[in-house]
């Protein structure tokens, strides 16, 4: 037992220098660059049992893993952004490299599985500690078709996603990511960063007790913009709608096919569940029950693709209607015009000036609802 606890405490003690190392170096964001902490202290679990970072690892980063919501033809990264209908995506692998991960984390897969559902001790997979902290690094550049765009405004915006694994010890991982768009003037003077940190807490035999999971997001200006508060502002409510009704319950499919697929026993897994504090009230449908116990979301029922196809089609329907609503809007800014320059020459000199203001501010306020249309999309 004293070994054990000799282990335990080593193990805090690296999590803990490790990040502070990473963090002066300049690897890890600091805190002024993370404002909003959107998922707080959820743990992960299966069958009543927390589920291993290093299950959680390949899932959801290991580039070279292909996922299982894809039915295995897609790694986890590539395949949210066709989901997204995002496109020209472009992998640079950068220092990517799964084998040269610590023994932890470059475990198959399989085994991860296996291991966790015996409720094996990981002290025989942590002989390495010298081999951490470790950082990955890769990146995604892909072309984002912007919804219902504004007149005048992008169809697609140019993204870029940096990011980083890094291994901090056997019992804590971070991932964190760097977002850019360039397409717009005003979508270029900030950037996103993004942190999911993922901790286990063990037993005395070294067993996972609890693994949690914290998500942050950040937005942080390059450059001064006259937009700055209502970017941020669209920005964080955005990021909470994505990270709740989105990521999260992608995430959680992900590791449950995960699990059932490379289990020696399937039938006797069960879905995962979320439980921890929550900063934000959602319901229970966009995550938890509803969705994991519906055994709907493994494979797409006829039903789904008919929604799905519905869906697709109101979507193009609402576009028309836009552009339709934009060509007017064109018209009557056009007239409206006119019949101002009529009027003041009738009126005289002194009422131009006047006017001219009057369609300055007016301009300035289409300007801005366009960008708070993409500072929206730029946060998908």
Same mark, same amino acid.
């Given at each position: 037992?004293?070994?054990?606890?000799?282990?335990m405490?080593?193990?805090?003690?690296?999590?803990?220098?490790?990040?502070?190392?990473?963090?002066?170096?300049?690897v890890?964001?600091?805190?002024?660059?993370?404002?909003?902490?959107?998922?707080?202290?959820?743990?992960f679990e299966?069958?009543?049992?927390?589920i291993?970072?290093?299950?959680?690892?390949?899932?959801l980063?290991?580039?070279?893993?292909?996922?299982?919501? &894809?039915?295995g +033809?897609?790694?986890?990264?590539?395949? *949210?952004?066709? @989901?997204?209908?995002?496109? #020209?995506? $472009?992998?640079? !692998?950068?220092?990517?490299?799964?084998? &040269?991960?610590? +023994?932890?984390?470059?475990?198959?897969? *399989?085994?991860? @599985?296996?291991?966790?559902? #015996?409720? $094996?001790?990981? !002290?025989?997979?942590?002989?390495?500690?010298?081999?951490?902290?470790?950082?990955?690094?890769?990146?995604?550049?892909?072309?984002?078709?912007?919804?219902?765009?504004?007149?005048?405004?992008?169809?697609?915006?140019?993204?870029?996603d940096?990011?980083?694994?890094?291994?901090?010890?056997?019992?804590?991982?971070i991932?964190?990511?760097?977002?850019?768009?360039?397409?717009?003037?005003?979508?270029?003077?900030?950037?996103?960063?993004?942190?999911?940190?993922?901790?286990?807490?063990?037993?005395?035999?070294?067993?996972?007790?609890?693994?949690?999971?914290?998500?942050?997001?950040?937005?942080?200006?390059?450059?001064?913009?006259?937009?700055?508060?209502k970017?941020?502002?669209?920005?964080?409510?955005?990021?909470?709608?994505?990270?709740?009704?989105?990521?999260?319950?992608?995430?959680?499919?992900?590791?449950?096919?995960?699990?059932?697929?490379?289990?020696?026993?399937?039938?006797?897994?069960k879905?995962?569940?979320?439980?921890?504090?929550?900063?934000?009230?959602?319901?229970?449908?966009?995550?938890?029950?509803?969705?994991?116990?519906?055994?709907?979301?493994?494979?797409?029922?006829?039903?789904e693709?008919?929604?799905?196809?519905?869906?697709?089609?109101?979507?193009?329907?609402?576009?028309?209607?836009?552009?339709?609503?934009?060509?007017?809007?064109?018209?009557?800014?056009?007239?409206?015009?006119?019949?101002?320059?009529?009027f003041?020459?009738?009126?005289?000199?002194?009422?131009?000036?006047?006017?001219?203001?009057?369609?300055?501010?007016?301009?300035?306020?289409?300007?801005?609802?366009?960008?708070?249309?993409?500072?929206?999309?730029?946060?998908?």
């Open positions: 037992m004293s070994d054990n606890n000799e282990i405490n080593k193990l805090k003690t690296i999590t803990k220098q490790n990040i502070k190392s990473l963090t002066e170096q300049g890890l964001y600091t805190d002024d660059k993370l404002q909003k902490n959107y998922i707080q202290n959820h743990s299966n069958n009543a049992k927390a291993p970072i290093n299950i959680i690892y390949h899932s980063y290991d580039q070279d893993n292909l996922c299982q919501t &894809s039915n +033809k897609l790694n986890f990264q590539r395949h *949210n952004l066709s @989901v997204r209908n995002d496109y #020209d995506i $472009k992998f640079d !692998k950068k220092t990517f490299d799964g084998n &040269s991960a610590p +023994k932890y984390f470059k475990m198959p897969i *399989n085994k991860c @599985v296996n291991l966790f559902a #015996d409720n $094996k001790s990981i !002290k025989d997979e942590i002989d390495d500690l010298d081999s951490y902290p470790k950082v990955f690094e890769f990146q995604y550049n892909y072309q984002h078709p912007v919804p219902n765009p504004v007149l005048f405004g992008p169809k697609l915006l140019q993204n870029t940096n990011y980083k694994i890094i291994f901090i010890s056997p019992i804590c991982l991932i964190e990511q760097k977002g850019d768009s360039t397409g717009f003037t005003g979508i270029d003077c900030f950037y996103t960063s993004i942190r999911s940190k993922f901790d286990m807490e063990l037993n005395d035999d070294l067993t996972i007790k609890k693994t949690l999971f914290n998500c942050y997001f950040g937005l942080n200006f390059t450059k001064s913009n006259w937009l700055q508060g970017i941020k502002n669209s920005a964080f409510s955005q990021a909470e709608e994505g990270f709740t009704k989105k990521f999260l319950p992608a995430i959680t499919k992900e590791l449950n096919l995960t699990i059932k697929h490379y289990s020696k026993k399937p039938n006797v897994i879905k995962i569940s979320l439980r921890g504090k929550k900063t934000f009230n959602i319901g229970k449908s966009s995550i938890l029950d509803d969705l994991i116990m519906n055994d709907s979301f493994i494979s797409d029922s006829e039903d693709k008919r929604k799905r196809k519905q869906k697709e089609n109101s979507d193009s329907n609402f576009n028309v209607q836009g552009s339709m609503k934009d060509l007017y809007s064109v018209f009557m800014i056009i007239m409206i015009i006119l019949a101002i320059v009529f003041a020459k009738l009126l005289g000199k002194e009422y131009v000036i006047i006017i001219l203001l009057g369609i300055v501010v007016y301009n300035l306020f289409m300007i801005n609802n366009k960008l708070d249309k993409l500072c929206k999309v730029k946060n998908l």
